[in-house]
């Protein structure tokens, strides 16, 4: 992947963009030039030595893409080739909102069958789309529509969230009947960083405390002191203690946008005071 992690805009070109795929059945279509000598952004250009044209795909030739729209659940699944079946992932992303597929298809590319679930920002949810307007019965409906596809092994069921993501999958781990695999949290709070309107979880609009928000001298912000557990109200705070089964957190210390590795602490150090 570091041909496609590392890319840069263009010089002149828009900055702060990222390289996100929308339509997962088409590939991206790459052109890798070698320039002689060494070139940079200020410099004309050298001699194309030698070029390719790659593709990027995201979906392996036999995976199946459905539409999900049942009970009022919005997501897409995909299925790995052959009758299964097969173990799955709920696949939960975070404040940007919208139906995020790239992920679920890679899982699916390597023999996970994945739900993508949209909560937010979704124009088939109920609106306003600049809050979370589905609760806790939203998110257990959907882990129970994956459980019970005959196509997927109903007790290798795991939940896979990012950023606020993260707090959705150890809120929904917590639920009594959810009883997943497994968890990953990659960089998000253990807790809500915006109100709460109910005891389902549905929230205010998705605006955090901008006493909390950084700026550097460029005018870039950091949203990364939002999700400091200390700045969390606690009735926001999932209970960890109440998950039972093997827990991943990834923590990128870089990101700016949540409090990876304080929360990942927190959250080891409530399951080491209260082990299942």
């Given at each position: 992947m570091g041909l496609f992690w590392s890319l840069q805009p263009a010089p002149g070109g828009r900055e702060g963009l990222r390289l996100r795929k929308k339509n997962v059945e088409i590939p991206f279509v790459v052109h890798v030039s070698l320039i002689e000598g060494h070139v940079s952004p200020r410099e004309a250009e050298g001699a194309e030595l030698a070029a390719v044209t790659t593709e990027r795909w995201y979906v392996a030739p036999g995976v199946r893409r459905t539409p999900v729209r049942h009970g009022g659940i919005i997501g897409t699944l995909f299925l790995p080739p052959g009758p299964g079946p097969f173990p799955a992932m709920l696949d939960l992303w975070g404040m940007g909102g919208g139906l995020v597929e790239y992920r679920a298809a890679l899982f699916a590319s390597r023999g996970y069958a994945s739900l993508s679930l949209a909560y937010?920002?979704?124009?088939?949810?109920?609106?306003?789309?600049?809050?979370?307007?589905?609760?806790?019965?939203?998110?257990?409906?959907?882990?129970?529509?994956?459980?019970?596809?005959?196509?997927?092994?109903?007790?290798?069921?795991?939940?896979?969230?990012?950023?606020?993501?993260?707090?959705?999958?150890?809120?929904?781990?917590?639920?009594?009947?959810?009883?997943?695999?497994?968890?990953?949290?990659?960089?998000?709070?253990?807790?809500?960083?915006?109100?709460?309107?109910?005891?389902?979880?549905?929230?205010?609009?998705?605006?955090?405390?901008?006493?909390?928000?950084?700026?550097?001298?460029?005018?870039?912000?950091?949203?990364?002191?939002?999700?400091?557990?200390?700045?969390?109200?606690?009735?926001?705070?999932?209970?960890?203690?109440?998950?039972?089964?093997?827990?991943?957190?990834?923590?990128?210390?870089?990101?700016?946008?949540?409090?990876?590795?304080?929360?990942?602490?927190?959250?080891?150090?409530?399951?080491?005071?209260?082990?299942?």
């Amino acid at each position: 992947m570091g041909l496609f992690w590392s890319l840069q805009p263009a010089p002149g070109g828009r900055e702060g963009l990222r390289l996100r795929k929308k339509n997962v059945e088409i590939p991206f279509v790459v052109h890798v030039s070698l320039i002689e000598g060494h070139v940079s952004p200020r410099e004309a250009e050298g001699a194309e030595l030698a070029a390719v044209t790659t593709e990027r795909w995201y979906v392996a030739p036999g995976v199946r893409r459905t539409p999900v729209r049942h009970g009022g659940i919005i997501g897409t699944l995909f299925l790995p080739p052959g009758p299964g079946p097969f173990p799955a992932m709920l696949d939960l992303w975070g404040m940007g909102g919208g139906l995020v597929e790239y992920r679920a298809a890679l899982f699916a590319s390597r023999g996970y069958a994945s739900l993508s679930l949209a909560y937010i920002g979704h124009k088939e949810l109920p609106a306003p789309h600049n809050r979370m307007n589905v609760g806790d019965s939203y998110f257990k409906r959907a882990f129970q529509l994956l459980q019970d596809h005959p196509q997927v092994c109903a007790d290798k069921v795991g939940i896979i969230g990012l950023s606020f993501g993260v707090y959705l999958a150890l809120r929904t781990a917590a639920q009594p009947g959810i009883n997943p695999s497994c968890l990953v949290c990659v960089n998000g709070p253990a807790g809500s960083t915006v109100k709460l309107s109910d005891t389902e979880g549905r929230t205010e609009a998705f605006e955090s405390e901008l006493k909390y928000w950084s700026f550097d001298n460029k005018g870039y912000v950091s949203f990364k002191d939002v999700s400091l557990p200390a700045n969390l109200s606690p009735e926001n705070m999932v209970k960890v203690e109440n998950i039972d089964c093997p827990l991943m957190f990834i923590v990128g210390e870089d990101d700016l946008s949540s409090a990876s590795k304080e929360n990942a602490d927190l959250v080891w150090l409530i399951c080491s005071l209260f082990p299942n």
